[in-house]
């Protein structure tokens, strides 16, 4: 009988555009350890979120996720230059040591983007039930969000969920970074604490800093998929009276996730172009408001140093306090220079980075475990729900945050994996692209 064969999707470390397609003959795969599961990847998403993983792969240890294994075939073996990249979804549980899950069962998490087979070493996370935690040793280094997996309940595997299961894949992970933002960095009620956007600092963050009632939010980046998460949760997931003075969203395309919508506080729909004009400058700068916060979801073209410098330069005026916050990179391949060039920008502005794994462990921490999810996933299908209904009979039918979903099939060629990434590493997937792919 021949032996099944799959394919592991493999990238440079350096130049992650550079992709390699190795056939895997899974008779060679070692015996599945205690306390494991094998599973394959059916179904994942490409977000920009996915060229992150690779540009901060060394230093936030997501290649360590699934390394290359030393029997794949040399150079690429070497796991100091190439790496697998992983992507959010689901994968299929194809031979288990845990009793509590049968082969055949679906899994949720972070996965490889190729189909040959991986091994989970998993344990109960205490108070979640149906949450798994990966406890390999060289997954350890890896941030907590990335170490949990859940299964997927038997009667939600159906087809009847397949619609359900590409929207979570899409938009789950990168929506949660926007929940949170709003939730608890920007205290979006009196009753849940207010938590510092890198938690991991020891840094105080009182209900003051997390208070932007007389605040303007500029979001940079407005489009992306974060960015119009965080903007639909500050228009319809706040107390009354809780929102900024004023939201502006700043994109090339100058397109907004709010459009339709009753939004309870003024906002402002631009390109980056007028953001760094003189009269739209001077206009922000006459606000009678306390702060001005930049919120980077991934903007483009150095505008944020522009904005970021001028606008200081000018509240010097008014007293407002500008303040950076920083979420997301530009959609594109990195180089160690202009990574380094990345990190001393953000010196220079003194930016805060926003760590959603630090804010969502200090959060469970606070609120526990079973409540943050309980509420967090009630909230997601909350809005993936009331936005398939309030588009229906649009032009924004089938739509969710503005994005269209996108279901492709494969790992090569022009349609499948190997041609979107190269699409994302060029900066070609625009914010409104929702790309899911069954393998």
């Known amino acids: 009988m021949a032996s099944t064969t799959s394919i592991m999707r493999v990238l440079s470390k350096t130049d992650y555009d550079h992709q390699y397609f190795l056939e895997v003959v899974e008779a060679d795969l070692d015996s599945l350890a205690q306390s494991s599961v094998r599973v394959r990847t059916t179904l994942v998403s490409l977000t920009s979120n996915n060229l992150a993983y690779c540009a901060l792969g060394r230093v936030l240890h997501w290649w360590d996720t699934y390394p290359v294994p030393s029997f794949a075939s040399a150079p690429y073996n070497d796991r100091q230059t190439y790496g697998i990249s992983p992507a959010w979804g689901y994968a299929t549980v194809l031979e288990s040591d845990v009793s509590e899950i049968a ?12 189909t040959f087979p991986v091994d989970l070493q998993l344990k109960k996370a205490p108070g979640t039930p149906g949450h798994w935690l990966e406890t390999s040793a060289h997954r350890q280094t890896l941030m907590s969000l990335y170490n949990r997996y859940l299964a997927v309940p038997e009667g939600e595997a159906s087809a009847q969920f397949d619609l359900t ?15 949170l933002l709003n939730r608890f960095v920007y205290q979006s009620s009196p009753a849940d604490p207010p938590v510092h956007p890198f938690s991991e600092s020891g840094l105080p963050w009182s209900a003051q800093d997390a208070d932007i009632r007389s605040a303007i939010l500029i979001s940079l980046g407005a489009s992306s998929k974060t960015g119009r ?5 500050a228009a319809t997931n706040r107390a009354a009276g809780s929102g900024p ?11 907004s996730a709010l459009d339709g919508l009753k939004v309870p506080f003024p ?20 606000q009678q408001v306390r702060r001005i916060i930049i919120i980077d979801f991934g903007s483009r073209d150095n505008i944020l140093e522009k904005l970021a410098l001028r606008l200081k330069e000018l509240s010097l005026q008014s007293n407002a306090q500008v303040e950076v916050l920083g979420v997301g990179g530009e959609a594109k391949v990195y180089s160690a220079a202009s990574m380094e060039e990345r990190m001393e920008r953000a010196g220079r502005l003194e930016s805060i980075q926003f760590n959603a794994s630090g804010v969502k ?7 526990g475990d079973a409540r943050y999810f309980a509420e967090m996933l009630a909230e997601f299908e909350r809005v993936v729900n009331s936005e398939l209904k309030r588009n229906k009979g649009t032009q924004r039918e089938g739509q969710v945050l503005g994005i269209a979903l996108k279901r492709q099939t494969g790992l090569r ?20 692209e929702g790309l899911v792919f069954t393998l």
Request: net charge negative.
């Open 103 to 114: 082969s055949g069962a679906l899994l949720w998490g972070l996965f490889p983007l190729s």
């Open 165 to 179: 299961r590409a929207w979570t894949s899409l938009l789950r992970p990168i929506w949660e970074a926007g929940y």
């Open 229 to 233: 998460s965080f903007a639909q949760q």
């Open 245 to 255: 003075k004023l939201l502006v969203e700043v994109s090339s395309e100058g397109v």
């Open 267 to 286: 906002y402002r729909v631009t390109t980056y172009a007028d953001i760094v004009s003189e009269d739209s400058l001077a206009c922000l700068a006459r």
């Open 361 to 367: 462990d200090k959060a469970m921490e606070l609120v």
């Open 413 to 432: 060629g022009d349609g499948g994996v190997e041609g979107t990434w190269m699409r994302l590493c060029r900066g070609e997937v625009a914010g409104g």
